[in-house]
Each structure stands twice: as C-alpha cells, then as structure tokens.
C-alpha cells in the first residue's frame, strides 16, 4: 500500500490518470446504473402493461361473448332461430373460455371478484335463467320468459353488464395508474440523471482543483521565481518551495533551485568579471580620448600632408625654373598665410620669384643679399623669425603702431650648401616653432624639387647637346624601336624624310616616315624592304645599301647597326651617309682610270709603232732621222705625263714636299719663258716687273712648274700665236703673277671647273692641243701649298689671263746686308760645337734653312770662348770631341757653372747613348746620332719658344714646320 | 690599192698609219676629228674607215652612227682604233655598228696585216 502511494506521489502524470480513472469509473458506474434503473422501469411498466392490457382482453371478449349471448337469446327470443340460440351455446363456451383465461390472468383481487361475479352471474344467467327462459319460451310460456326478465333476469343482467363495465373501468384506471406510476418513475429517474451530472460536474472541478493545487501554484510559484530572477530581483534559494515533493514539479523545484544556486554563482562571478570590465572600460574611455587626441593630431598632421601634397604636386608638375620659383613663392605664401615674401635662387643670375612685392622691393632684396640679415642665414644655414615695427611704407591708413614678422627661410642642398632662401613676411600674427619647423620640412621639399628642376635642365641640355651633336653630324642619323616608331632623329636625317622640323618625327610610325624616304628613292621598294627586314626581321648583319635620291642629285648609303641594352635588342640605329662625293669621286677614278690609259697609250702607240716601222723596214736616213725624233718626243712626253700623274697623286694625298727657300719670283718665270720659247716661234714673251719686293718662300722647281704650266698653256691655247705677258706686281700686300694671252679664251661656263682634274675645255678649236688635263690641277696643288691663290679671268677669242697671288716677304732682293743685320738681331743664334766638318755642314745647312743664324767650332776651348763672346739662344754639343782634355761633358759643364751662360740650352749631339747623364748634366735635350737634322731644328725652336723668347725670334718657319 | 679614211686627233699617229698604209700602196685620207671625219665620209666612197675612239667635236662612236644612219653608208667597213682596249669597250663598239676593233698600242705591221685581209674579205 505503500509502495502504492509511493508509486503515485512520485508522477504527476500517475496521479493525473489515477484521478481520471477514478472520475471514469464512478461516471460509469452511475451511469450503468441509471439506465438500468431506467430500463427496469419500462420494463415493469411493460409487464403491467401487458397484464392489464391482457386482462383488458379478456375482459372484452367476456364481455363480448355475453352481449353476443345477450343479443342471441334475445334474437333467438324474439325471432325464434335456432341459430341463435346455437350461437348463444358458443357464447357460452366463449364467455366460459374467455372467464377461465381471464381468470388466468387475474393478478388482483378486484379480478378475482370480478371473475367469481362474472361465474355467478354465468352460472345463473347460462345455468338458469337462460334455460328456463328458453324452457318457458318453448313452452310457450311467454309470460314466464317475461316474468322472468321481470324478475330477475333482466335485472341481473344489467347488473352484471355494470360490473362488466366498472371491471372495465377498473382495468382502465389500473392502465392509466401504471403510466401515471411510471411517468414518475421517469421523472424520478431524471432527477437523479442531472444529480447525477452535477455531481460528475463536482467530482471534475475537484480534479480540476487538485490538479491545479498539485501543479498550477507550486509553476506559478517556480515562475514568479524566475520571473524574479529574470527581473534581477534578489532570490533566496531557501525560497524555493516543493522541494521535498518527489513528482515533477519536485525534481522541477529542486533542479530550478540547483540551476538558482549555479545562477547567482555565475552572477557572482559576472559580478566580478562586470567590475572588472567596468575598470578596463574606465581604461578604455581613457584610451578613446588619447585616440581621438591622436587622431585630432592625425587630421591636423592630415591636413599639414595635404598641404605638403597640394604644394608637392604642383612642383612635381613644373618643369620650368621661373614657373616652380613662382609656385614655391605662391603656395608658401598661401601656407604661411604671409603677404608678400620671395625666393631666391643662390646661382650666378639670383633667379627669383616674388610674391606681393615691387620690382624696387626685388631690386633692392637682390642688391643686398649678401649683406645684413642674409648673412646669417649663410653662416647658420637655420631659419630665424624676426618681429618689426611695420615701416611706414606698408601701414596703409592705419595710425596706430603696427607689427609685422619676417621669417628667413635657408633652401639647403644635399651638400648643406644654401640652395635659395626664401624670406616670407606676415602682419597677421607671429610664426610659431612648429610652423617654422613645418616650413623647414617644406624647404627640403624645394631643395628636392630644385635639384630635380637643375637635374632637368641638365638633362635638357645633355639632349639638347646630344642633339647638336647629332645635328653637326653630316650623316643622317635616325633611331627607330623594334615597333619601327622613330625615336631620335637628326637634322639630316629630317631633312631626308622630307620633314620640316625634328619634332614631326617624334614618335612617328614607320609608316608615316619612312614614306617621305622611298617617294623620292629610286629604289624605293629596296630601300623599304631594306629597313624593314633589319627593324622588324631583327636582322643583324647587313650589307650597307646605296640608293640614288634623283630629285636631289644625291647617292645616299644607308647602314644599320643594332642597339643592345642588357642583352635586350631595343631597336636599330640607322646612319645615311651621302656619298655623293665618293661615288663622283669614284666615277671620277674610273674616269681616270680610262683617260690615263688612252693618254699613256697614245705615245705609248707612237713609240711602239715606229720603232717596229725601223726594225722591220728599210727606210731612208731623213725618214729614219723624223721617227728617232718623233720616238724620242713622244718618250719624252710619256715622261712628261707620268710625272704629272705622280705630282698629283703625290700632292692630293699630301705627300709632295717642298723644299722651300728664299728665291725671287723674276728669276724663276725669266728661266721658264727661256725654256719655253724655244717651243713656238709664233708668240712674243713679256716680262713686266712693277714692282722690287719680288722675293718669295717657295720651291723653286715647283714654283717654275707651276709658271711652266701656265705659260706653257698659254702658248698651246694661242695656237694662231700672239703676246704671252707674264706681269709681276703687288696688291693687297700679296705678289701676284698674271699670265696672259691671246689665243682661243675660255667658255664662261668651263671656268669653275678649270682646275679640276683631267677637265678640258671641249671646243671645237682645241683639236690639236694636247695635254694630259692635270697642268692647271697642279698649278693650284702648288700654289695653294704656298699659301698662295690662283685665278682665271677669259674672254673668248681674245684670251686668258691666269693670276697667281703668293704672300710677301718683307725682305727685298738687294738688301742682303741689311737682312743680315736684321738676322743678327731678329733670328735666333745658333752655335754648333762639332769635329765632323761633314756632319757639321749638314746641321748647319738645316738650321739655316730652318731661319736660324749658325756658327760652327770644332774645338771645345774654341766653343767656350765663342759662346762667351756671342751669348747665342742655344748650344748644339758634339760629345766625342777630337781635344782629348775637353769632351763635351767638360764643354757642358762649364758652360753650366758659368752663371751667365747657364740659361742657354744646351742640344747634345751625340753618338753615344747616354741621354741619362746628358740631361743630369743641364742638357735640354739629346740627340743619338744618326738623326733627323730636320727633328733638330724643331727642337731648338721647341726650346726657345718654351723659354718664352719668342718676342725676340724672328723666324719665318715654313709652313708646314709650324704646324 | 684601197681608198681609206683615217681620223685621228693625235698627229703622231697619223703619221704613224699614214706612213705604214702608204708604204703599201693605199690611198689614204686623213681627219683630225669626228666632224671632219663625218664631212669626208659623205663626201667620199672609202673602202675602209680607220676611227679614234677619243676625237674631239665627235667621238669614234658618234661618228658610226652618224655613217650608219647615211642610207648609202650601211655598209661601209668600218674599223675602231681605241685605246679603251677592254672587252666590254670592244662590244660596245661592235654593238654600236663597228665591223672591227683593234686595241692601242698596235703594231702597224699588224695593222696592215689585218686591213689587207678585211680587203681581200679575209677578216671576220
């Protein structure tokens, strides 16, 4: 019992059920038992129902079997039928029968005493009266059957029909008395239904009680509990009721009490971990406002940056000197907040910039930059702020005492040097230190921007040189990239491509240069499969290509070289030369070529020819004689014509030498017409001489060659004879030799091209005259190694006339005494000490032609006496002297301990090999024999001239020793 | 005994072929240049044409065209002496209407031999 109880106080749900089953049971119980109390009730009123109703039946067809019998006796009485009264014995059977089953059915004793009534009245209405009746009726006895009927008969029947009746009633009334009983039986049954439901009602609110007394109050306690909790109100965990029970709500409480108990332990130690938080949020706050500190800072520094940046950008876009020094003064004014301020730029032109300021206050700032406060700035290279007294200049209209602060600012370069200063002035307010050390950070930006402006420059003018050198070159230079875009190009070779101006070419594509190059080409799809296999193809090797430019008269060769950078092909240098020159030139040779050879062939021929005519033939002595003269002629011409190829092959490549001395012109040209007269006998020679000063510095042989030309064609191009005039005179300070004739005169075109090489006039008059084409080429080879010119004045048909202009020399013939003092003093002297007469002879000969005045010793003793007496500019000293006790050490020496000789150089000459000792000794300079004699007349005036003495040296060096 | 014009600017050379064809028998006229040269070959019937290359006025060249553009003159024989001796100067004469050619310096022997075979029909 109870682990019974126990099993039920453990489970709300055990309990739960145990109340519905139990409120099951007694609903059904009762309710079985209502509708068997019901079901009883129809039931016995059905059985007394049927009892009656059964009684009722009897009771009628008793009834009717007597009236039946009633009527039958009657009818039988009254009509005498027999058939009545048969029938009357029927209803006597029946009404016996229907008595003796009513009597069956009798359950009262009303029944009872109605069925005894009903057999008494039977017996005496069948048993007697009926007989009798019929008795006396069949006897006739009418009046008996009346007195019968009067006597009883009919009273008793009529009785007897009234108890019938009233037992009918009766059984009536019991009817009506049974449904009345069950009615209220009903009635009575449904009062005790809605009892019965009421009660049911009760028993379920008393569930409905206990289970809200069992679960409902304990969860509303358990939530108002946690509401509690969730309101954070404070709980104590002895507040927790129920605890002790052991159902559902027991293990609810006691877990809800656990779950309280881990609650406010985690709440105490939220608790603790919330103050904690609470410090480091304290902490924090603490942190923010250092942030936003900082970060006030960071925009201020921000917007210091973006200054900077504003300030940076416009400098880094600025390319041009005058346009950064106008944005460094203008944005350094506008972050200074300054009125007026400048810069300026620490170079030789003080480039500046200014801001607010007049061209006096610029002038003035300029002037005195290096003196008064700048200075400060160039000795401590350190920004410095100066606070004044605005001067009257600046106040405007205002009275009362103004200020005004100066900030002087050093740009300084990467060497520490200062760059430019800068000097700002504000009327606003005072220049904080940290504003001036943001200006110091700025100034290194300027000092970073101008290096970068002067990087610049000197990168434009490395490109501008560049393209100067480029441009002075004669040959046309072009760079293209591997894409075939032209990327530098020169004047020429923008000439070439038929473009105005460099700058047309920048960038261009191939296409759109190379155009103007192959249009006027002649081998123009050459040329462009030329440079596009070498640009495009990357081809590496090739030959140059020559092409002829028509229009221009030009033959232009172009060749490529590759351009590597890191191993990197970055694109191809074309180089067009023109070789027009070289090609006339190579024209020419072949031209020459073939000229040489017929001009040396003719004589060649004659020679030839006519020699084979005396071998073979038998000729007469006089026809013998004519061709021995003709051979030797044409001999002597073939000589004639292979010396004038040599001369000038040898002068054109500047090989001729010339032996150049004093001589006079006059004689010269007088020994030429000499040997040229002999050659005509229809021309007359002149020699007008206007003027004395006919002395010359020349090759005698080549000046007469040069004479010899000209006279000689004089006489070849009159050939109808005439005057040949040689005329000397002086003009322009320059002597001058005109020769002239009178013969056939030159084309005005022929002219400029007269002293080319093998040009010959082509005229119809010329036939006969012959000539190799080369005289007036040397003529001009000649005259022009003697810094002299040659000229060519003709009318044709009346002559030529061919002038020849060569320098003066001062000197004139007749005077040699007097040249002779002016050498004493105006050549330089030279004493040569040396026992080989020979070789003396030969230095002597070499340092006279070279314009020295030159003495010669033989001795030592004589040497030294000599050179004591005359003091000479310089020594030439043989070594191995004949005089044993003075070699030409001892001569050296004593020469060098002599203080006034000392200073004279000294020249050894020698054959041994001691240059060492020599130089040791105060030689200037040592000669190992054999030498150059002309080697040492250059070093002596080498000597001299070092010893800065050349103000008193006269020397009249030919020209190509000067060089 | 032939009819020959020679033209020649060099004298010497005149002489030279003169005295030679002389020797033999011919008669010979002489021309100092292309345009003298031009005047006597209309004027005259030559059997044989001896021509300079380098005349003035008209070279050797000249000259034979002008000859071979005369409609008597086709088919004169025509002989170039040149000085200009190389292969390529030869077929330029040959091309230009020359019948031969022969180079400077020449032997007059072989001269002579070479013309007594073009007037006998020998030479090619």
């Known amino acids: 019992m109870?682990?019974?109880?126990?099993?039920?106080?453990?489970?709300?749900?055990?309990?739960?059920?145990?109340?519905?089953?139990?409120?099951?049971?007694?609903?059904?119980?009762?309710?079985?038992?209502?509708?068997?109390?019901?079901?009883?009730?129809?039931?016995?009123?059905e059985q007394k129902k049927n009892e009656i109703e059964?009684?009722?039946?009897?009771?009628?067809?008793?009834?009717?079997?007597?009236?039946?019998?009633?009527?039958?006796?009657?009818?039988?009485?009254?009509?005498?039928?027999?058939?009545?009264?048969?029938?009357?014995?029927?209803?006597?059977?029946?009404?016996?029968?229907?008595?003796?089953?009513?009597?069956?059915?009798?359950?009262?004793?009303?029944?009872?005493?109605?069925?005894?009534?009903?057999?008494?009245?039977?017996?005496?209405?069948?048993?007697?009266?009926?007989?009798?009746?019929?008795?006396?009726f069949e006897s006739g006895n009418i009046q008996k059957v009346l007195s019968l009927s009067e006597n009883g008969g009919t009273a008793s029947i009529q009785q007897f029909q009234l108890q019938m009746k009233t037992y009918k009633n009766n059984l009536n009334d019991q009817l009506d008395g049974t449904f009345r009983q069950l009615s209220n039986e009903q009635q009575t049954a449904q009062t005790a239904f809605i009892v019965f439901v009421f009660f049911m009602l009760f028993l379920l609110i008393m569930i409905a009680r206990i289970m809200t007394k069992k679960i409902g109050t304990p969860l509303r306690a358990l939530a108002s509990?946690?509401?509690?909790?969730?309101?954070?109100?404070?709980?104590?965990?002895?507040?927790?009721?129920?605890?002790?029970?052991?159902?559902?709500?027991?293990?609810?409480?006691?877990?809800?009490?656990?779950?309280?108990?881990?609650?406010?332990?985690?709440?105490?130690?939220?608790?603790?971990?919330?103050?904690?938080?609470?410090?480091?949020?304290?902490?924090?706050e603490l942190q923010q406002t250092e942030l936003e500190q900082a970060l006030e800072a960071m925009q201020a520094r921000e917007r210091e940056l973006k200054r900077y940046n504003d300030f940076i950008q416009?400098?880094?876009?600025?390319?041009?000197?005058?346009?950064?020094?106008?944005?460094?003064?203008?944005?350094?004014?506008?972050?200074?907040?300054?009125?007026?301020?400048?810069?300026?730029?620490?170079?030789?032109?003080?480039?500046?910039?200014?801001?607010?300021?007049?061209?006096?206050?610029?002038?003035?700032?300029?002037?005195?930059?290096?003196?008064?406060?700048?200075?400060?700035?160039?000795?401590?290279?350190?920004?410095?702020?100066?606070?004044?007294?605005?001067?009257?200049?600046?106040?405007?209209?205002?009275?009362?005492?103004?200020?005004?602060?100066?900030?002087?600012?050093?740009?300084?370069?990467?060497?520490?040097?200062?760059?430019?200063?800068?000097?700002?002035?504000?009327?606003?307010?005072?220049?904080?230190?940290?504003?001036?050390?943001?200006?110091?950070?700025?100034?290194?930006?300027?000092?970073?921007?101008?290096?970068?402006?002067?990087?610049?420059?000197?990168?434009?003018?490395?490109?501008?040189?560049?393209q100067h050198?480029?441009?002075?070159?004669?040959?046309?230079?072009?760079?293209?990239?591997?894409?075939?875009?032209?990327?530098?190009?020169?004047?020429?070779?923008?000439?070439?491509?038929?473009?105005?101006?460099?700058?047309?070419?920048?960038?261009?594509?191939?296409?759109?240069?190379?155009?103007?190059?192959?249009?006027?080409s002649d081998a123009g799809e050459k040329l462009c499969d030329y440079l596009r296999a070498i640009i495009f193809n990357g081809d590496e090797e090739h030959e140059p290509f020559v092409y002829h430019l028509p229009q221009k008269r030009k033959v232009m060769q172009v060749y490529a070289k590759p351009l590597y950078r890191h191993g990197e092909r970055q694109g191809t240098v074309f180089v067009h030369r023109d070789i027009t020159k070289q090609f006339e030139v190579d024209q020419m040779k072949s031209e020459f070529v073939s000229t040489v050879s017929h001009e040396l062939r003719t004589p060649l021929s004659s020679v030839l020819g006519f020699t084979e005519l005396m071998l073979t033939k038998e000729l007469k002595p006089e026809r013998q004689k004519k061709y021995l003269t003709t051979i030797y002629q044409e001999a002597k011409r073939l000589t004639a014509l292979i010396n004038d190829f040599l001369d000038v092959q040898r002068m054109e490549s500047g090989k001729q030498t010339y032996d150049k001395k004093y001589e006079d012109i006059v004689s010269i040209i007088e020994h030429v017409v000499d040997t040229q007269k002999v050659n005509t006998t229809v021309h007359t020679f002149h020699i007008q001489k206007e003027t004395d000063k006919t002395i010359v510095l020349g090759d005698r042989d080549k000046l007469a060659q040069v004479f010899t030309n000209l006279i000689s064609n004089a006489i070849k191009y009159s050939p109808d004879g005439g005057n040949v005039t040689v005329r000397i005179y002086e003009q322009n300070n320059r002597l001058c030799i005109d020769v002239k004739d009178e013969g056939l005169g030159i084309p005005e075109e022929a002219l400029p091209n007269i002293f080319t090489k093998f040009y010959r006039v082509d005229n119809s008059d010329r036939r006969r005259i012959g000539g190799t084409g080369l005289g007036l080429a040397i003529v001009k080879e000649i005259v022009k190694a003697h810094e002299g010119e040659v000229s060519v004045t003709s009318e044709l048909k009346k002559g030529s006339t061919f002038t020849v202009s060569l320098p003066?020399?001062?000197?004139?013939?007749?005077?040699?005494?007097?040249?002779?003092?002016?050498?004493?003093?105006?050549?330089?002297?030279?004493?040569?000490?040396?026992?080989?007469?020979?070789?003396?002879?030969?230095?002597?000969?070499?340092?006279?032609?070279?314009?020295?005045?030159?003495?010669?010793?033989?001795?030592?003793?004589?040497?030294?006496?000599?050179?004591?007496?005359?003091?000479?500019?310089?020594?030439?000293?043989?070594?191995?002297?004949?005089?044993?006790?003075?070699?030409?050490?001892?001569?050296?020496?004593?020469?060098?301990?002599?203080?006034?000789?000392?200073?004279?150089?000294?020249?050894?000459?020698?054959?041994?090999?001691?240059?060492?000792?020599?130089?040791?000794?105060?030689?200037?300079?040592?000669?190992?024999?054999?030498?150059?004699?002309?080697q040492l007349s250059k070093t002596i005036l080498q000597l001299l001239l070092n010893k800065e003495r050349q103000g008193e040296i006269f020397i009249p060096l030919p020209q190509e020793e000067a060089k | 005994m032939a009819k020959i014009l020679l033209a020649e600017d060099e004298e010497v050379l005149r002489m030279l072929v003169v005295d030679t064809l002389e020797d033999e028998g011919h008669d010979?006229?002489?021309?100092?240049?292309?345009?003298?040269?031009?005047?006597?070959?209309?004027?005259?019937?030559?059997?044989?044409?001896?021509?300079?290359?380098?005349?003035?006025?008209?070279?050797?060249?000249?000259?034979?065209?002008?000859?071979?553009?005369?409609?008597?003159?086709?088919?004169?024989?025509?002989?170039?002496?040149?000085?200009?001796?190389?292969?390529?100067d030869k077929e330029r004469v040959l091309a230009a209407g020359a019948d031969y050619f022969m180079a400077k310096p020449y032997s007059p022997l072989e001269l002579v031999e070479r013309i007594e075979a073009i007037l006998h029909g020998e030479d090619a």
Request: with cysteine; charged share 30%; aromatic share 8%.
């Open chain 1, 314 to 466: 416009s400098l880094s876009n600025l390319l041009d000197r005058q346009d950064v020094l106008q944005s460094i003064v203008f944005h350094m004014a506008s972050i200074m907040e300054a009125d007026r301020g400048m810069i300026v730029l620490m170079n030789d032109e003080k480039t500046y910039a200014s801001f607010g300021l007049s061209p006096y206050g610029v002038e003035q700032f300029l002037t005195y930059v290096y003196n008064g406060l700048y200075q400060r700035l160039f000795e401590q290279k350190k920004p410095f702020v100066l606070k004044r007294e605005v001067a009257a200049s600046e106040k405007g209209y205002h009275e009362e005492t103004m200020y005004v602060h100066d900030i002087f600012l050093p740009v300084l370069s990467n060497t520490d040097d200062v760059q430019a200063i800068l000097v700002f002035s504000r009327f606003g307010g005072p220049f904080s230190d940290e504003e001036v050390q943001e200006y110091v950070g700025l100034t290194r930006q300027i000092s970073i921007s101008l290096q970068k402006i002067e990087l610049y420059e000197q990168t434009e003018q490395a490109r501008e040189t560049v």
């Open chain 1, 808 to 934: 003066l020399v001062a000197l004139a013939p007749g005077e040699e005494d007097e040249r002779d003092n002016d050498d004493k003093q105006a050549h330089a002297h030279v004493i040569i000490v040396e026992d080989d007469e020979h070789l003396a002879a030969l230095l002597e000969a070499e340092l006279k032609d070279s314009g020295f005045r030159v003495k010669h010793v033989k001795e030592g003793k004589e040497a030294i006496a000599l050179i004591e007496k005359e003091k000479p500019d310089a020594v030439v000293l043989d070594i191995m002297l004949e005089e044993h006790n003075a070699f030409g050490w001892d001569v050296l020496k004593q020469l060098k301990e002599n203080d006034e000789l000392a200073h004279i150089p000294i020249i050894i000459s020698s054959a041994l090999e001691e240059r060492e000792k020599g130089l040791a000794l105060g030689a200037n300079s040592y000669f190992v024999k054999p030498y150059q004699p002309s």
């Open chain 1, 469 to 520: 050198i480029l441009n002075t070159v004669q040959e046309g230079i072009h760079f293209v990239d591997r894409d075939g875009n032209s990327v530098i190009v020169n004047k020429q070779m923008a000439d070439l491509l038929q473009k105005e101006t460099i700058a047309e070419l920048e960038g261009a594509s191939y296409e759109q240069w190379a155009r103007g190059l192959v249009e006027q």
């Open chain 1, 54 to 136: 059964t009684k009722m039946k009897y009771a009628q067809e008793v009834e009717r079997a007597f009236n039946q019998a009633f009527s039958d006796v009657r009818g039988y009485l009254a009509f005498n039928r027999k058939e009545f009264k048969l029938s009357f014995f029927r209803e006597q059977e029946n009404a016996q029968t229907a008595l003796d089953l009513l009597e069956s059915a009798a359950t009262t004793k009303e029944d009872t005493q109605f069925i005894v009534k009903a057999r008494q009245f039977a017996q005496y209405y069948f048993g007697r009266l009926v007989p009798e009746a019929i008795d006396a």
């Open chain 1, 225 to 284: 509990m946690a509401e509690k909790i969730a309101k954070d109100e404070r709980v104590h965990n002895d507040d927790v009721v129920h605890t002790a029970r052991e159902d559902e709500i027991g293990k609810l409480a006691q877990a809800f009490r656990k779950m309280l108990a881990s609650i406010q332990d985690k709440e105490e130690t939220l608790m603790a971990h919330n103050e904690e938080l609470l410090a480091q949020q304290d902490e924090l």
């Open chain 1, 2 to 45: 109870e682990k019974m109880r126990n099993y039920f106080r453990q489970s709300l749900a055990r309990q739960f059920v145990l109340l519905v089953a139990s409120f099951l049971v007694v609903f059904i119980v009762g309710a079985i038992a209502l509708s068997m109390y019901q079901s009883s009730l129809v039931a016995s009123f």
């Open chain 2, 28 to 88: 010979i006229d002489e021309a100092c240049d292309g345009e003298e040269a031009i005047e006597m070959i209309k004027q005259n019937d030559y059997d044989l044409i001896l021509l300079d290359y380098m005349m003035p006025i008209y070279t050797g060249l000249e000259v034979i065209q002008h000859v071979r553009n005369m409609p008597d003159k086709k088919h004169v024989k025509i002989m170039m002496l040149s000085a200009k001796s190389q292969q390529v």
